[in-house]
């Protein structure tokens, strides 16, 4: 029996796990996928939002500057990357400049420190790279960068650490109430905690119903994003929103902790939950739209283009509470944008509801700190050769676009949350991320992850179940004969 | 800090060559960096023919053209590291290197030839609308399995691209046992050799689709299908043409890119056109002393003629590093006009050559029954006939220095059309 169970393991699911497990409480945290980090924490802004965009008394308002200032400690302990570049929202007329004055005055409200309004000249002393149709912005100091699943990866890790017990591959199929406790299924297994914190995502009233009567629906609404090459990377210095007008909330632009230039995202809602394909009307969207930021966009240098899924709910605002009727049984629902930025405060909501329901006790020990993968590239000379001398395999460049070493990408399969498949090494240590998007390094990539989990070529999956890179040849003949059989 | 009189970045076809003929003019102190496990490159996994037909006058298999220079380049003694990879070049030529033998190594060298070769454009690069499956590999990728690594990809594949490295896949991925029911081009024209599209496609029974394109990609794990439509003048898909490609698998054959990050760094001025560097009539890049040879200076169509390139390559990174700097003579810039995307060299210092230069050009369409146009200012010095020429098929003009020095400050290529 554990006093915990945790359902998903994306950033919200991770953020709560890591913050519970300063607590003497026995922790499950299920993910229905293969690896954490798999849906939404994936595939978004990767922004810690400043603060300014929720309406004040929401929930969002609440925790959105709340949650902001504490990643620095977080990001520190946990070895993230986490930049404060700051964001401006760009106005390009006089009408929008009211807008900036309203999200001015609203971001006071919400606890926003140190908002500013400049005007055109600042603005592009700031970002030369910038329209010079600019005829103002709103400057949040405040708002950073960050990598959102090597946070949420780093939190699974931490969480691990201090005694949290994840389990992959467990997808909720039922849950049902016993006497003080609940069971949850999955098929046939099943396995029972006093309480249940439900982090399922865009699945979270899928969960909900499980136990509860339905009273909120999950509306998915995709985003597609471009990811362009280092090279354009430093064409911004801070995140670039546009102004939001009646015509749509805007995109925004932004150079990624790792050097990328990225811009997104379209807004679509959609049927499917796991509609993830990008669109000709997504490109052709944000095609226009950077051309709106900036004239002489090098659109010749994009990468990659991916789809992310908002698990938007109707009242617009965050559900993060105990339900009524039955106690125990906490929804973290709807966690749309600024979700990421809100994750830490949201973690300490939860904590204190679940302080009011079971009085909590804090470990003696807990140990705060976790290490990144080294990143061989960044190392001093003398570092780098230390390194090689402890450990060759840090001597081996596998992916030749970001020189990733075999020693990295061995790292990232070995740890406690370790890759298992060619995406989940990606995420973690980053080859095949840059221009030729894995062409050379995938398959070095693949032979590796055999050799460290002692499995074959054709188990190597891309990402998800069913997302085989190999298929085994059939035998035509008899005489034929074959390690591929 | 290592010396060498010269350093090749890059084993494959381009550096062994320029190595052995810099070694075959008297240079001593070469060191070739390779970053692969082998020797030989790309050549490895291109296990079909066709291979030195210009060289040898015979045709070989790629493992087999690798391996007469790999025979002659041991014969010759010559320094090599394998698994090793240069980080970064400056533009005094000094080097950083790794490796799990060596560890981190400081390098000085007199010359540097570059000789990386080139990478495969991406589906990201391209942007394909739809999900992000797996069994989407860009055809080298793909070659590299079935060839050298013996396993199979996928079962039913669609490739876009009809480059020759997508024309060979089609026939090869049938060998394996799969079918493959298109290759979809979305220029009116194959990028690829005529004999490819004749013996991979062709002799398959495998439709080439020109002026088609991939318009979405089906499968939320492992790909299910592609969508592919036809595309009007403005290379826009046409509705109403659409029709879906059931496959488990996509190969990419949608253009090569030289891949010139070191180049980059070291602050070596590129031509945008080929994506390699600018070069003299030596070879030598903007960075005095820095050559580049093969596809990192320009994507070839034939390995013969990134032989023929590189030779000449390795003898003047030898004289470079062996003969006084002679100063005088004229530079002549080469032009690409009407017809004509790009020519290698950028520029001709007379002085430099001995009695006649080869220039490498492409053109940006199929051309038939045309002259091919040679002239120094306004003087022409040169007129071929040409039954065929495509953008596919690198052309190469041999030119007596008579005629340049004669000549004015430029000399321009064009495409005289109708002219008989």
């Known amino acids: 029996m554990f006093d915990i169970a945790i359902i998903g393991a994306g950033i919200i699911g991770t953020m709560i796990s890591r913050e519970l497990s300063k607590y003497k409480l026995d922790i499950i945290l299920l993910e229905k996928d293969n690896d954490v980090a798999n849906g939404a924490t994936k595939a978004n802004s990767a922004i810690i939002h400043a603060g300014y965009d929720a309406l004040p008394n929401t929930i969002k308002a609440k925790t959105n500057a709340e949650g902001n200032a504490m990643f620095d400690q977080l990001c520190v302990d946990l070895s993230v990357p986490f930049s404060r570049i700051g964001s401006l929202v760009v106005a390009k007329c006089e009408e929008e400049k009211k807008v900036l004055t309203e999200l001015y005055e609203r971001g006071k409200k919400n606890g926003v420190p140190n908002l500013k309004i400049l005007e055109k000249e600042e603005v592009l002393q700031m970002e030369p790279s910038l329209t010079n149709k600019v005829a103002g912005a709103l400057f949040a100091p405040s708002a950073g960068i960050i990598g959102p699943w090597e946070l949420a990866i780093a939190l699974a890790e931490n969480a691990i650490e201090n005694g949290v017990e994840l389990k992959l591959n467990y997808e909720v199929k039922n849950i049902t109430k016993e006497k003080d406790y609940y069971k949850i299924y999955c098929d046939e297994d099943y396995l029972e905690a006093k309480y249940v914190i439900n982090c399922a995502g865009i699945y979270a009233d899928k969960i909900n119903n499980m136990i509860n009567s339905p009273y909120f629906e999950i509306m998915p609404d995709t985003g597609e994003y471009q990811l362009y090459d280092k090279s354009v990377g430093k064409l911004f210095n801070s995140i670039i929103f546009q102004c939001p007008t009646d015509k749509g909330k805007g995109v925004l632009a932004l150079s990624t902790v790792h050097g990328n230039f990225m811009i997104g995202p379209t807004s679509e809602r959609v049927k499917s939950k796991e509609n993830k394909g990008t669109t000709r009307r997504g490109k052709d969207f944000l095609k226009e739209n950077i051309r709106d930021l900036c004239e002489e966009f090098p659109y010749s240098k994009i990468i990659t283009a991916f789809t992310g899924l908002r698990a938007k709910v109707i009242s617009e605002d965050f559900i993060i509470e105990e339900t009524g009727n039955s106690s125990g049984f906490i929804n973290v629902a709807g966690i749309d944008s600024p979700g990421l930025s809100a994750s830490p405060a949201i973690a300490k909501m939860v904590v204190n509801i679940l302080n009011n329901i079971a009085s909590l006790e804090k470990k003696e020990k807990f140990n705060e700190k976790r290490k990144a993968i080294t990143q061989f590239i960044t190392l001093s000379d003398d570092e780098k050769s230390e390194l090689i001398k402890k450990d060759k395999r840090y001597g081996k460049i596998i992916c030749r676009c970001e020189n990733i070493t075999e020693g990295e990408i061995v790292d990232s399969i070995k740890r406690s949350v370790g890759a298992t498949t060619v995406d989940g090494v990606k995420r973690r240590a980053r080859p095949g991320s840059g221009r030729c998007q894995g062409g050379f390094c995938s398959p070095r990539v693949m032979e590796i992850l055999t050799r460290e989990l002692n499995v074959g070529m054709y188990e190597i999956l891309k990402s998800n179940k069913g997302s085989y890179n190999l298929i085994k040849r059939k035998v035509e003949n008899e005489n034929w004969s074959g390690e591929n059989v | ?388 020429l495509a953008p596919g098929e690198m052309e190469s003009v041999s030119i007596s220095i008579e005629d340049i020095i004669s000549g004015g400050a430029k000399l321009t290529v064009e495409i005289e059309k109708g002219g008989q």
């Open chain 2, 1 to 388: 800090m290592y010396n060498y009189d010269i350093v090749v970045v890059g084993g494959g076809p381009a550096g062994l060559a320029a190595a052995i003929e810099a070694r075959k003019n008297g240079v001593r102190n070469i060191l070739v960096v390779e970053r692969d496990r082998e020797l030989g490159g790309i050549l490895n996994q291109c296990i079909h023919n066709g291979f030195g037909l210009h060289i040898f006058k015979e045709e070989l298999t790629g493992p087999e053209y690798a391996e007469r220079f790999i025979d002659e380049f041991h014969r010759l003694e010559i320094e090599y590291k394998l698994d090793t990879m240069v980080l970064n070049i400056t533009e005094d030529k000094t080097m950083k290197l790794v490796s799990s033998e060596y560890g981190l190594m400081h390098v000085k060298a007199k010359a540097i030839i570059l000789a990386m070769g080139c990478r495969e454009r991406t589906r990201g690069a391209i942007n394909i609308p739809g999900t992000r499956p797996a069994g989407i590999f860009s055809a080298g990728t793909a070659q590299r399995f079935v060839n050298m690594e013996g396993y199979m990809p996928g079962k039913k594949v669609v490739i876009l691209g009809s480059g020759d490295i997508g024309l060979i896949m089609a026939r090869t991925m049938v060998w394996e046992g799969a079918k493959v029911s298109a290759v979809v081009e979305l220029m009116p024209y194959s990028g690829g050799l005529t004999r490819n599209i004749v013996q991979c496609l062709e002799d398959f029974d495998i439709p080439l689709l020109l002026n088609h394109t991939i318009i979405n990609i089906k499968g939320d794990e492992r790909l299910e299908g592609v969508t592919v439509a036809e595309v009007d003048s403005s290379k826009k898909a046409i509705k109403s043409t659409e029709k879906f490609f059931e496959c488990d698998t996509l190969l990419l054959s949608v253009g090569l890119i030289p891949e010139n990050e070191l180049s980059i760094n070291a602050g070596i001025e590129l031509d945008r056109k080929t994506g390699g560097a600018v070069v003299n009539e030596s070879m030598e890049t903007s960075v005095a002393g820095i050559f580049a040879c093969g596809n990192v200076l320009h994507v070839h169509d034939l390995v013969d003629w990134v032989t023929e390139e590189s030779r000449k390559t390795g003898k003047s990174a030898a004289k470079y590093v062996y003969e006084q700097p002679s100063e005088g003579g004229r530079t002549i810039e080469t032009i690409a006009e009407e017809g004509i995307s790009y020519i290698v060299p950028h520029e001709i210092r007379t002085k430099k050559v001995e009695d006649k230069i080869d220039i490498y050009l492409r053109v940006d369409n199929i051309y038939e029954d045309v002259i091919l146009l040679i002239k120094t200012d306004s003087k022409i010095i040169k007129r071929i006939k040409k039954k065929h």
